[in-house]
């Protein structure tokens, strides 16, 4: 057997008159314990009204735009008598006098009336703005039934257009929404969308040998793929006119013979870059995980991309600011014999600011490195060539080496790459200013 009793607004923290902006069941819906019957919304906070107890909703006292107070009626509910009380209502007498009118459909409460806590939305700031995809600190307003709905349907609540009072988001709303992402064409993921390679049996046109890729080509290649496809690169290429820098390194063998060092033109690139980097510290930086600040760094670890037969590897020359060309040229040819002989540890590899990649010793005239993530520029470095360059009135041989900048576009514009270009050509054409 059945009982009907009055589900009324409860305790709802002294607001009177409050508007419901939602209807969530109706006649002949079946409710649980807790399940949400209607929302309110006040200036302040809106909140949703959940049934004390499960039954079926009889008939409704409310709709909606109504305004309710506390002990107004919502609903009857049918329950199926147990015998006990349930333990989540709290159930009360009839009230002798009628639960407080409702400015619209006021029905007198004769049957038990059962209240409920009401469930705060949200906090409503003054004036609501429109959930707009442009505007994405726009906090879309959605009762938590219609917030349920959409997370159900993995919809982002913030991308829907809402057409409920002062901008909050209903079902409808929703489903529209869904319905139009649904049956919008389909677009290629970010210009990604590049069909599998094929896989090729090319035995079928010769022999063939496999050779499986090292461990270290394993790794730089997903960091590359991942640094190149998720930086935007600008690769600006400049000529550094080296002849009297050559001059000098030649001038320095028998010294460093003395010390069993060879001086290569590395160790100078590495202080002229130096010098371009306190010149230009956004070159020695990255990009904070939020994409919103730019860390400088005031220390100066200079990768160099050292050729290995197992692929390749960039450990940092640390501190290269305090190091002179000799000790710079010692500690290259350490990292250059422990990489090769797979003895560098990983802390060693870490933390560089800027990489040198120098394929001069080998050849090219140009190539477009890939920056070396987290850090937001790379210098390639191509072989010098002797040839004639016209200065003063006339040609004149000069040995000019190419060099090759990538730069992370977000963070440097291609006129700071320009300037940091020139200023290193500068540096390299004469080494006196690397110490001004
Ligand atoms: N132009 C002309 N000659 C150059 C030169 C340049 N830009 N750079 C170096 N040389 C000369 C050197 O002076 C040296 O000459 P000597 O034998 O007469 O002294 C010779 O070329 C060989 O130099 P090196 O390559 O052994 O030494 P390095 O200091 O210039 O470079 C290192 C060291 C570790 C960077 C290098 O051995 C190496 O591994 N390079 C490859 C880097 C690489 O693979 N980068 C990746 C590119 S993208 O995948």
Request: charged share 20%; aromatic share 4%; with cysteine.
């Amino acid at each position: 057997m059945s009982i009907e009793k009055i589900i009324t607004v409860p305790d709802i923290g002294g607001f009177k008159d409050v508007a419901i902006i939602e209807v969530l069941v109706k006649p002949g819906d079946t409710v649980t314990a807790e399940e949400s019957l209607i929302t309110l919304e006040s200036d302040k906070a809106a909140m949703e009204i959940p049934c004390p107890v499960s039954g079926t909703v009889k008939s409704m006292n409310v709709k909606l735009g109504d305004k309710v107070s506390q002990g107004s009626a919502i609903l009857t509910l049918l329950m199926e008598e147990s015998g006990g009380q349930p333990a989540e209502a709290k159930l009360s007498e009839a009230p002798s006098q009628p639960a407080p009118a409702l400015d619209t459909a006021h029905q007198p409460a004769t049957q038990p009336v059962l209240t409920a806590q009401p469930v705060p939305v949200t906090s409503l700031p003054l004036a609501m703005p429109e959930a707009s995809p442009e505007d994405p600190s726009a906090k879309p307003h959605a009762s938590p039934s219609v917030r349920r709905f959409a997370r159900e349907l993995g919809a982002d609540l913030a991308r829907v257009k809402a057409s409920g009072p002062k901008g909050r988001v209903l079902k409808e709303d929703v489903q529209n929404y869904v319905k139009s992402r649904m049956q919008a064409p389909e677009r290629p993921a970010l210009g990604l969308n590049v069909p599998d390679a094929s896989e090729v049996d090319f035995s079928q046109f010769g022999p063939i040998e496999s050779r499986p890729l090292s461990r270290i080509q394993k790794l730089s290649g997903a960091n590359l793929h991942r640094n190149w496809v998720t930086i935007p690169h600008v690769t600006l290429y400049e000529e550094a006119d080296i002849t009297d820098l050559e001059t000098f390194r030649v001038s320095l063998k028998a010294e460093a013979d003395k010390q069993n060092l060879r001086v290569t033109l590395l160790p100078f690139l590495v202080k002229a870059v130096v010098a371009a980097l306190k010149a230009f510290p956004s070159f020695n930086a990255s990009l904070a995980a939020n994409g919103e600040e730019l860390i400088l760094k005031n220390y100066y670890h200079i990768g160099v991309a050292i050729d290995t037969p197992d692929g390749l590897v960039v450990p940092p020359l640390r501190n290269a600011d305090t190091k002179g060309v000799f000790d710079l040229a010692k500690e290259l040819a350490d990292l250059g014999e422990r990489a090769r002989g797979k003895k560098l540890r990983i802390p060693e590899l870490q933390g560089g600011t800027f990489t040198i990649s120098s394929l001069g010793g080998i050849g090219g005239t140009g190539f477009t490195p890939i920056i070396n993530a987290p850090e937001v520029a790379i210098l390639g470095v191509s072989k010098a060539q002797t040839r004639a360059v016209y200065r003063d009135g006339q040609f004149v041989p000069r040995l000019m080496l190419p060099l090759s900048l990538s730069f992370d576009h977000r963070v440097i514009d291609g006129a700071g790459a320009a300037r940091f270009c020139a200023y290193l050509a500068q540096a390299l054409g004469d080494m006196r200013r690397v110490l001004l």
